[in-house]
């Protein structure tokens, strides 16, 4: 787990120093060292001095695999010929570097970065999909001046980029661009209206700057350093489409074999490994299987859980029913209201761009408290309820699937036993079918019907952002409506959920120099579970029903019967009503940099209290981090 970032010029100009300035900005993301290289008129020029050159490449190291000097970055091929900068972790790198190997390939390093460079010079971009792992990387071929870069199939870890002249430019973290001398952080009003009104970000390759793009997950850039500015975008991933024929049984028993092998990929490590744990499903999962397959001391036994002061969320319960039973030193951490306004400048600079809750705040001290435990890799939940159709909305999609096929007994089985669950109700399954037509004018005249005001643009939003908003929903744009569970499973995956928590995992992560891996997004596991009947993930017997059958007697079974669905949330709501002063100048604030993006009652003191004592704090606190957001970049119009 690294930083990267690179200059690829049409001209040949000094380029070093501005790939060096990219690197220090990110220099939390490698705290184990940096190096950079330019191509030079002799061959590549490792830590050179800042000649003329058409490419400079810069990389901060994060040592997980193979600590020794052998493995730095960037890396240079034995003939001189290519070089490589590389964030992430190649899991199946043993058994790549055997076949390498065995075609001829002699190693001189333990670590996957060399594996990679001996891939994509052995297969090119066809090694892509040979690759199990989290990756963003730029491969350059110096003599044929041809550049790939290339980001994993769900986008675990990030590539931004910016064209400016006839430079190029690409990085880890969109910081790093801000050491561009021709650097102005200007909004993009379709961005950031979409999250102010629906929450949205991270979709596609926009981001809330303008001009700065983000290349989607499982997606590659090619270029050539004789005209880097006309690049090329293609989509390299795709889910498998077969289908699993067999019985539930046997999906079972399939489920906990590919679990088994994706948690030990998982753990392959030369530094010490922990947990975030949050007492739900998903991290117990991984907690207890870690444990229960690969022994006692793999993990460190060290988890690391969030509290709440909000009972109705608090979890560390079952945090603790699964720390008891692998006997792990459980540290819990305590969010506080008054630290989360310290915080939230050097949380909203990390983060890049704007976050929808206050969670990320709790994620934050999750981390730093890992680090303060001496844990350099931290193993995550994230993705399972994509992928296992954990949240509500899979509830009352699979409603839907159910009467469109006019399954009526199934559906009004399956309705009335999530309606007991209070994982649906008749205003949620009535807001899916009507939220599946994407018309916002639909959508805002139910809301008005339901009382919720926020879905009123004329309340959400300024004048000028209500002029940039979509006329249509994010989640369901023209010729992507979500028909089942599968199809929603698949846009969670690559569009409306998991890119964002993915950004938010990420950043909180690295700030604090540890690297994040997320069991859930394994292709191989996300493959199979995309191959099963619905009714296999979801129906009678609840959500995730395959990991509950799979993991029967691994997890502590208080958990595996739990049926309610808590999400990864802090007592933001309070926190809101507690804080009007800190709020009211926040908003104050950012209508003074960027006038007309809030609406007019949210700078009236009284009428901004009564709204966050209704129902309305979730878009209050969009508003807040978009001013943090907006104050930590210098954002200007």
Known sequence: MCGIAGVISGTEERLLETAVKMAA???????????????????????????????ALAHNRLAIIDLAPASDQPIISKDGRFSLVYNGEIYNYQELKTELEISGVVFTSRGDAEVLLEALIKWGEMALPRLRGMFAFTFVDLVTREVLIARDSLGIKPVYYMTCGEQFYFCSEIKQLTEIPEWKARPNLEVLASFLFWGTSDIGDQTSFSGVNSLPGGHLIKLNGLQPTRHEIHKWASFENSKFKGTYEEATSAFSKIFSDTIGFHLRSDVPI??????????????????HWYGREILNHVTVTASSEDSRIDETKYAKMVSDQVNATAVIVNPQRTELWTLLPTI??????????????????????????????????????EVLAGYDSFVNIRLLELLTHVHLGEFWSEYKNFSRERRTSFQGFTGIIVSSSGSRRLMTAVGKLMGKSELNPKHSLGPKMRKSLPSRS?????????????????DMLTRTSLPKLLRYEDRSSMAHGIEARVPFCDVELINFLMSLPSKYLIGTNGTKRILRSGLEGIIPQGILNRQDKVGFETAQSQWLKDSIPEVSQALRGLNQRLPGFIPEWSLDVDKLAKAVHTNDSAL?????????WAEAFDVGE
């Not at 184990?32 to 008129?41: E, P, R």
């Not at 890799?377 to 994230?382: A, E, F, I, K, S």
């Open 25 to 55: 900005i990110a220099s939390h993301r490698g705290p184990d060292g940096s190096s950079t290289c330019i191509a030079s008129s002799t061959g590549w020029q490792l830590g050179g001095a800042n000649d003329l050159t058409w490419c």
């Open 274 to 291: 922990g947990s975030c744990l949050s007492g739900g499903l998903d991290s117990s999962a991984i907690v207890s299987s870690a444990h």
């Open 348 to 385: 909203a600079w990390h983060q890049d761009e704007p976050i929808a809750s206050s969670s990320t705040y709790a994620q934050w001290k999750v981390f730093e408290a890992a680090r303060n435990s001496e844990i350099k890799v931290m193993l995550d939940g994230q993705g399972g309820d």
């Open 474 to 490: 994010p989640f369901h744009p023209i010729g992507k409506i979500n028909k089942n569970v599968g199809d929603l499973s698949v």
């Open 620 to 628: 209050i606190w969009r508003m807040v981090s978009v001013a943090a």
